[in-house]
Nanobody, 113 residues
């Protein structure tokens, strides 16, 4: 499975961004899809995950602000990010789980105060 993420950019604190990720190749074998993020010098951390049945799980730091959803087409996942804070600044990666976890190339989100 190959993943292509888009939608990153720069925004002021309190603003919103929406990330999208489209999978190709073997998409009918995808179970969970998710988003992780990484700040330079820190470990990559889970932001949100959604199963193929629509169950979701969020990091405590983003609960109530971020919404993960899957698109109408299988193999599409979005992350609506609201009330962004400077500590949300990171490279965001989408993932898709089949028999293994596939990673997208990452998209940079920068939130300024």
């Amino acid at each position: 499975v190959q993943l292509q993420a888009s939608g990153g950019g720069s925004v002021q604190a309190g603003g919103s961004l929406r990330l999208s990720c489209v999978a190709s190749g073997g998409i009918y074998n995808i179970n969970d899809m998710g988003w992780y993020r990484q700040v330079p010098g820190k470990q990559r951390e889970l932001v949100a995950i959604i199963t193929d049945t629509g169950s979701t799980n969020y990091a405590d730091s983003v609960k109530g602000r971020f919404i993960i959803s899957r698109g109408g087409a299988k193999g599409t996942v979005r992350l609506q990010m609201n009330s962004l804070r400077p500590d949300d600044t990171a490279v965001y990666y989408c993932t898709a789980t089949t028999w293994r976890v596939s990673w997208g190339q990452g998209t940079l989100v920068t939130v300024s105060s």
